[in-house]
């Protein structure tokens, strides 16, 4: 199974602060990369698909970038509502599509 | 709108059996793969079993593997999730997910773009 790792694990930032976490995973998954937000209490929302597509609807401060083993999710001006736990998650080969453990974005 | 709703949790023994549903409107379900996705208390996000649109191929977790099986009504726009043998490490809130497929210069892949609220089952005697 193709094990993903995020780091970190947890962040402090402020707002307006520029941020980025990164994905590795245990082997290449060519592009086959997506990014989700979780606030608590809710269901996760798709931020990034093909470790570069932004979903419809989502700001563009966030972005993704790489391919092959590294990935990073960037935001660039860090907003109110972006503190969050933030997942990335492979889909180049299932079962399972698995997800990273998670990094927890808070304000500092 | 694109709408998922999840039902069918609650309290079960250790050994029991739960069948969850997610309810689908506001997109052609027969045409889009599903996935269910389970998220323990206080933990990450592990995906379950996903199903193709015609409910041909279905997928596994080992973790579920010969005790739960996915499938779908296209009829009744429904995707389920029939749980036995429950074990307390299978308490967790179940997410049900829309699976859109993208294509590329030589292939496609997928994403998973809605997600319902979650329905809670909790495996405890």
């Known amino acids: ?108 | 709108e694109v709408q998922l709703l999840e039902s069918g949790g609650g309290l079960v023994q250790p050994g029991g059996s739960l069948r969850l549903s997610c309810a689908a409107s506001g997109f052609t379900f027969s045409s889009y793969a599903m996935t269910w996705v389970r998220q323990a208390p206080g933990k990450g996000l592990e995906w379950v079993s996903a199903i193709s649109g015609s409910g041909g191929s279905t997928y596994y977790a080992d973790s579920v593997k010969g005790r739960f099986t996915i499938s779908r009504d296209n009829s009744k726009n429904t995707l389920y999730l029939q749980m036995n043998s429950l074990r307390a490490e299978d308490t967790a809130v179940y997410y049900c997910a829309k699976e859109p497929r993208y294509y590329y210069g030589s292939g496609s892949n997928y994403y998973f773009d809605y997600w319902g609220q979650g329905t809670l089952v909790t495996v405890s005697s």
Do not use: H, M
């Open chain 1, 1 to 108: 199974d193709i094990q993903l790792t995020q780091s970190p694990s947890f962040l402090s930032a402020s707002v307006g602060d520029r941020v980025t976490i990164t994905c590795r995973a245990s082997q290449g998954i060519s592009s086959f990369l997506a990014w989700y937000q979780q606030k608590p209490g809710k269901a996760p929302k798709l931020l990034i698909y093909a470790a570069s597509t932004l979903q419809s609807g989502v700001p563009s401060r966030f972005s993704g970038s790489g391919s092959g083993t590294e990935f990073t999710l960037t935001i660039s001006s860090l907003q109110p509502e972006d503190f969050a736990t933030y997942y990335c998650q492979q889909l180049n080969s299932y079962p399972p599509y698995s997800f990273g453990q998670g990094t927890k974005l808070e304000i500092k």
